[in-house]
């Protein structure tokens, strides 16, 4: 029997954050999750659905609002799903992200670990180098935005606060050329209509900026489109269109044609060049990637000499930002078009410390030890489910003196690093980077070293 039932009304004071960025208020020590509140805000709220162990509630009324508390600047806020911690001051929002990644080595894993201050952004605003904006009809005209929460419904937007600004003027424009033109949409009910999701990226100046569009189908009804749009930005540099006929929610389909311009944009990164096509891994907030790869190059302390291998290593990023510190830079990726980019990344640099091969990371760092590579060093950063088991045992397999593990999820980064510090690896303060301001999504960096046993002579 639980304590409370739906449709009741309570008042209680926000306890703390779910990982999610909802406020928790307890009665008799059943938690219910609410949405829109801060930690310490005493509310009146309604209990919307009951579970064994939790509840969901909305807050009805503010009773004593936090003092960091604000309005949330996008006016979107309440039906947009992009950004779930507006009504967090910025000094809050960074309370809070310290707070999950805390819980989740801590609480969760119990590795006893010091988290350090958040790496915070100077303007945590109008940060996002990609927009990948879906396109639907409606009522008689198009429109493009960002899908509200757990549906597939459009919040049709004339402005994103967290992308960057020409995003924000490219959309429009290009939301009117559609209108203008009356180009077929798709509809996912029906598969039917061409153009799905426009996608748009730019380098860290906006000097050049890439248009795809992707279609259901080979289609190119573009050419006006292009023109008009080059004309009026032409730091438009590269457009491509993107072929995806299947019945799914994946954005890119496998073929991508070059309409104007060249096939990639470039940006610098810490001194590096990087070549970044349509369906390249490339993080999307540039100031702070940077800090991020700074703070991972400082935990390595390379001394020059040392064998690196760059798991996941993408188009060959944090690895090249480190070659002119390290001997040797021995990058693995699973996507082909990757490994092919980072060899071109890496010749674009003048660096010839540093090879790639294709294949799972578990697999290929296995081989390359059985052939007498000895890495000093590991580099992983792997996608949000962390790292598949296989790899974490031919980590330890493989033992190199130190792992830099960068994570965009603290619940699997938790669990990895519970494994490897039971495996003979201390763990470094962990380091929180936020990487995704007005979201409840946050990266971290951490070290860790490996661990000899003392022997007593007698």
């Given at each position: 029997?639980t304590p409370?039932?739906?449709?009741?009304?309570?008042?209680?004071?926000?306890?703390?954050?779910?990982?999610?960025?909802?406020?928790?208020v307890?009665?008799?020590?059943?938690p219910?999750?609410?949405?829109?509140?801060?930690k310490?805000?005493?509310?009146?709220?309604?209990?919307l659905?009951?579970?064994?162990?939790?509840a969901?509630?909305?807050s009805?009324k503010?009773?004593?609002p936090?003092?960091n508390?604000?309005?949330?600047?996008?006016?979107?806020?309440?039906?947009?799903?992009?950004?779930?911690?507006?009504?967090?001051n910025?000094?809050?929002?960074?309370a809070?992200?310290?707070?999950?990644?805390?819980n989740?080595?801590n609480?969760?894993?119990?590795?006893?670990r010091?988290?350090?201050?958040?790496?915070?952004?100077?303007?945590p605003?109008?940060?996002?180098?990609?927009?990948?904006?879906?396109?639907?009809?409606?009522?008689?005209?198009?429109?493009?935005?960002?899908?509200?929460?757990r549906s597939h419904n459009?919040?049709d937007?004339?402005?994103?606060?967290?992308?960057?600004?020409?995003h924000?003027?490219?959309?429009?424009?290009i939301?009117?050329q559609?209108?203008?033109e009356h180009?077929?949409?798709?509809?996912?009910?029906l598969h039917?209509?061409?153009?799905?999701?426009?996608?748009?990226?730019?380098?860290?100046?906006?000097?050049?900026v890439q248009?795809?569009?992707?279609?259901?189908?080979?289609?190119?009804?573009?050419?006006?489109i292009?023109?008009?749009m080059?004309?009026a930005?032409?730091?438009?540099?590269s457009?491509?269109?993107n072929?995806?006929?299947?019945?799914?929610?994946?954005?890119?389909g496998?073929?991508?044609?070059?309409?104007?311009g060249?096939d990639?944009?470039?940006?610098?990164?810490l001194?590096?060049?990087?070549?970044?096509?349509?369906?390249s891994?490339y993080q999307?907030n540039?100031?702070?990637?940077?800090?991020?790869?700074?703070?991972?190059?400082?935990?390595?302390?390379?001394?020059?000499?040392?064998?690196?291998?760059?798991t996941?290593c993408g188009?060959?990023?944090?690895?090249?930002?480190?070659?002119?510190?390290?001997?040797?830079?021995?990058?693995?990726?699973?996507?082909?078009?990757?490994?092919?980019?980072?060899?071109?990344?890496?010749?674009?640099n003048?660096?010839?410390?540093?090879?790639?091969h294709?294949?799972?990371?578990?697999?290929v760092?296995?081989?390359?030890?059985?052939?007498?590579?000895?890495?000093?060093?590991?580099?992983?950063?792997?996608?949000?489910?962390?790292?598949?088991p296989?790899?974490?045992?031919?980590?330890?397999?493989?033992?190199p003196e130190?792992?830099i593990?960068?994570?965009?999820?603290?619940?699997t980064l938790?669990?990895?690093?519970?494994?490897?510090?039971?495996?003979?690896?201390?763990?470094?303060?962990?380091?929180p980077?936020?990487?995704?301001?007005?979201?409840?999504?946050?990266?971290?960096?951490?070290?860790?070293e490996?661990r000899?046993?003392?022997?007593?002579t007698?």
């Amino acid at each position: 029997m639980t304590p409370v039932k739906k449709n009741d009304y309570l008042t209680a004071t926000v306890e703390d954050y779910t990982h999610e960025g909802q406020g928790v208020v307890k009665v008799d020590g059943y938690p219910i999750f609410i949405p829109n509140v801060l930690k310490g805000e005493e509310i009146e709220f309604k209990v919307l659905k009951v579970n064994r162990k939790f509840a969901f509630g909305k807050s009805e009324k503010l009773l004593a609002p936090a003092a960091n508390r604000v309005t949330p600047p996008c006016p979107y806020y309440y039906e947009c799903g992009g950004c779930q911690i507006q009504p967090l001051n910025y000094e809050e929002q960074q309370a809070f992200k310290k707070g999950t990644v805390d819980n989740s080595i801590n609480r969760m894993g119990r590795l006893n670990r010091e988290t350090m201050d958040v790496m915070a952004m100077e303007n945590p605003f109008n940060y996002r180098n990609k927009s990948q904006i879906p396109v639907r009809f409606k009522d008689g005209k198009v429109e493009m935005g960002f899908y509200r929460p757990r549906s597939h419904n459009i919040v049709d937007i004339e402005y994103c606060l967290i992308q960057k600004d020409i995003h924000n003027k490219l959309m429009l424009f290009i939301k009117e050329q559609f209108n203008r033109e009356h180009v077929s949409v798709y509809d996912e009910a029906l598969h039917q209509g061409l153009i799905r999701y426009v996608v748009i990226r730019s380098n860290h100046d906006d000097s050049e900026v890439q248009v795809a569009f992707v279609t259901n189908g080979k289609k190119n009804i573009f050419s006006n489109i292009i023109n008009e749009m080059i004309e009026a930005f032409p730091m438009v540099t590269s457009v491509v269109q993107n072929i995806n006929d299947q019945k799914t929610n994946v954005i890119f389909g496998d073929k991508t044609i070059t309409l104007r311009g060249k096939d990639y944009i470039t940006d610098t990164l810490l001194g590096k060049d990087f070549r970044i096509r349509a369906k390249s891994f490339y993080q999307v907030n540039h100031a702070q990637t940077e800090k991020l790869y700074r703070k991972a190059i400082e935990l390595a302390d390379l001394k020059g000499d040392e064998t690196i291998i760059d798991t996941y290593c993408g188009i060959g990023t944090i690895g090249l930002c480190a070659s002119d510190s390290a001997k040797k830079i021995i990058g693995i990726e699973v996507v082909q078009s990757a490994v092919e980019d980072a060899k071109e990344n890496a010749k674009l640099n003048g660096v010839g410390n540093a090879e790639y091969h294709l294949g799972k990371s578990e697999q290929v760092m296995k081989k390359l030890v059985s052939e007498g590579v000895n890495p000093d060093i590991v580099f992983v950063d792997p996608p949000r489910k962390g790292c598949h088991p296989e790899f974490l045992e031919s980590l330890v397999e493989v033992k190199p003196e130190k792992i830099i593990y960068v994570s965009c999820n603290p619940s699997t980064l938790q669990r990895d690093l519970k494994y490897l510090n039971s495996e003979g690896y201390d763990i470094s303060p962990v380091t929180p980077v936020d990487m995704f301001p007005q979201t409840n999504h946050v990266e971290s960096v951490v070290m860790l070293e490996k661990r000899y046993a003392e022997f007593i002579t007698l």
